[in-house]
Every structure is written in structure tokens, then in C-alpha cells.
């Protein structure tokens, strides 16, 4: 038994492509009774569970969907042409990773998943075209579901909006983990190992876990539980951090390691996270010999700006990971732990 190897495993490879969130938040609605919390699950599918303890109250907030695509239209041969599910897809606009081509996918159609691969013309002919050599983009990527015309892809339940996310499984990599999802899953790992560890112990606060939807495309299902909370006094979201240590980037760039701890993430693209709040993170894993890193992200924001609109005063704790917003985000299984610890001795600590 690895605990939370399985864990992540089991949340990493199910499909919860943006909107699409339901077999995600079933399991951890699951995972979160059996470990004896009150769960509800709000109007617009964010779940909300009350862990325990005595004290002002705090969630912990990380996010059920993935970063996914949707499908455009469909070709009268069956392909399925794709717009992005988070930002601007033009034709003439490319996506934001190159990586993301090439990989195993599932489209969330009406019925149910439908595998498909995630392709674009062959290099083969690519030199033969007359743009050859020019960047991959939107209109360059569709989905292959592998029959043969527009009939049978509505025949499969797959129309215009349908979401489809990465299908690849998660495993290990030498000492890291390897997964699609990492971003949050990891972070939903990270809560229910929290919310497990911490019942029945003594914490300085009343504190509560949150897995909310549709993060990826504007903190949506976040800015929903900002407006109908009861009455959280601070806020602490877990997301994936950025990380220098690949070639290419480098520390003066991105000054986080992987496996060199939670990164506390100062500011990002949305907002300056809470410095009183952050320092205590800080200050709470000083007193349990938790190595924390500093950071401040940009192009990235995070549902605890959200929160921080609702008026709570909230914090962004990252585990490093690399190459986010891909099918082989990078984790390192010390630093998920370590994002337990630290929560969790903030939790028992009260340091803010
Ligand atoms: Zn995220």
C-alpha cells in the first residue's frame, strides 16, 4: 500500500475536463465521508466539507477540473476541430504548449467518455503543404475518434462543446510522479490527506476543505463559493507551482526547485496574496523544520483570488511541478507531503 501515490493516482486519471467535473467531485465526496466529514455539494457542483476543530474558520480550497479543449465542430469525415476551454483560440492563434499534441484523450460526451487521440496532419506531408514548416495552430489540432464520419461521432454522443481532457495514466518516474492532472488533483490529494490526518486532532481553527469546478477558464465554481461561504475568516488554495529547474528556464527566472518544498506564492497575474496570512504559513513550518520556497508567479492565478474578492483574507500554497498544462506534469511526492505537514501544522500552530 503508498497511500498517497494511490490517492493521486486514482483522482489523477479520471476525466473532469473544465465543466465537466461530476466523476472527480463523486469521488472525493466519497473520500471525504469516509473520513467521517459533513460533505454538501453546492447548486453549481463545488463540494464543501467541514473537517472539525475550534477556531475561526479556514478552508482549504483546490480545484476538480483539468485543463482540457473543446470541440468546435465536426468535419463531415468525423474529425472534431477544437477551440481552447480557458482563453482565446483564433484560427490563426497557437496553442499555448506544443506539447499538448500527440496524446490519448477522452471527449466528455453526452453519454459518457469517448476515447479519441489528440492529432494534427503528419510531418510526412507536412513538407509536401504549402505552410510548411510554419507553427502549430488552433485549426491545426483535432480530435480522431477513430470512425469515419460526422454521423458517427454525434452517433457517439460528441457535438459542438463537448470538453475533452488527456488520457494518460499516471505513474512513477524515478522519484517523481508522472500524470495529466496534476493540476489539481494533486492538490485535492493533498486536501484529503489533510482532512484525514487532522480529525480528531486539536487545531487552532474550524477547518474546511473545498473542491471547487471550472478554476481553468476564470475561478468560476471559486467566485460561486466566495458568495455563498458561511462565513470563512481566511482561505488557503493549493495549486501547482511553476518550477526554474529545467533547461530552458532556469532559478533566476523561476526560483523553485522541484522537490525543494511548498512553494508560498506571494503574488501571481490575479492578486498579492495575503501577507500576514502567508508569513504565518511561513512561520509554522519554521517551527516544524518544513523547508518552504518564495515565489511570485506571472500568467497564472489561482481560485484564492476568488476568495480574496469575497472579502477573506487568503493564501496560495504551490507544490512544484513541471511542465503544467500538459500530459506529463511532473511532481515530487516529498513535496506533496511536505504541503500536508505544513497545513497541517499551520492548522494545529494558529499562527495567523
Ligand atoms: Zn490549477
Known amino acids: 500500500m503508498e497511500p498517497l501515490f494511490d490517492l493521486l493516482k486514482a483522482l489523477c486519471d479520471l476525466p473532469g475536463p473544465t465543466g465537466a467535473e461530476e466523476r472527480v467531485q463523486a469521488f472525493v465526496a466519497a473520500a471525504w465521508r469516509e473520513a467521517g466529514h459533513a460533505v454538501t455539494e453546492a447548486p453549481v457542483g463545488n463540494l464543501l466539507a467541514r473537517v472539525g476543530g475550534q477556531g475561526r474558520r479556514l478552508v482549504v480550497v483546490a480545484h476538480a477540473d483539468e485543463i482540457s479543449v473543446v470541440v468546435k465542430s465536426v468535419t463531415a469525415d468525423g474529425h472534431c476541430l477544437l477551440m481552447s476551454a480557458s482563453g482565446m483560440s483564433g484560427a490563426g492563434s497557437r ?121 481553468e477558464n476564470g475561478l468560476i465554481g471559486a467566485t460561486a463559493l466566495g458568495a455563498g461561504q458561511p462565513g470563512f475568516d481566511l482561505a488557503i488554495a493549493l ?21 525543494g518544498g511548498p512553494a508560498l506564492v506571494h503574488r501571481d497575474s490575479s492578486v498579492r496574496y495575503h501577507r500576514a496570512l502567508t508569513y504565518a504559513l511561513c512561520a509554522a513550518g519554521e517551527k516544524r523544520g518544513i523547508a518552504v520556497q518564495h515565489a511570485a508567479f506571472q500568467g497564472y492565478g489561482s481560485d484564492s483570488a476568488a476568495m480574496f474578492k469575497s472579502n477573506v483574507p487568503s493564501a496560495l500554497v504551490a507544490y512544484p511541478t513541471r511542465y503544467t498544462h500538459t500530459a506529463i506534469e511532473t511532481v515530487d511526492e516529498g513535496d506533496l507531503e511536505a504541503c500536508v505537514d505544513l497545513l497541517l501544522a499551520f492548522c494545529e500552530e494558529a499562527t495567523f
Open 95 to 215: 496553442p499555448p504548449n506544443p506539447m499538448i499534441l500527440g496524446q490519448p484523450m477522452t471527449v466528455m460526451g453526452r453519454h459518457g467518455p469517448v476515447p479519441a487521440v489528440l492529432a494534427a496532419r503528419t510531418g510526412h506531408l507536412r513538407s509536401t503543404l504549402p505552410d510548411s514548416g510554419a507553427a502549430i495552430l488552433w485549426n491545426d489540432l483535432f480530435l480522431d475518434l477513430g470512425v469515419g464520419t460526422a454521423s458517427a461521432v454525434a452517433d457517439l454522443g460528441v457535438h459542438p462543446g463537448c470538453p475533452a481532457c488527456f488520457d494518460v495514466a499516471t505513474r512513477r518516474l524515478g522519484t517523481r510522479i508522472v500524470g495529466k492532472a496534476m493540476d489539481d488533483r494533486a492538490a485535492l490529494t493533498i486536501a484529503t490527506e489533510l482532512g484525514r490526518r487532522a480529525a480528531g486532532r486539536r487545531l487552532g481553527y474550524e477547518l474546511w476543505l473545498a473542491s471547487t469546478v471550472q478554476e
Open 239 to 259: 495549486d501547482v507551482g511553476l518550477c526554474g529547474d529545467v533547461p530552458g528556464v532556469g532559478l533566476h527566472e523561476m526560483p523553485v526547485r522541484l522537490g
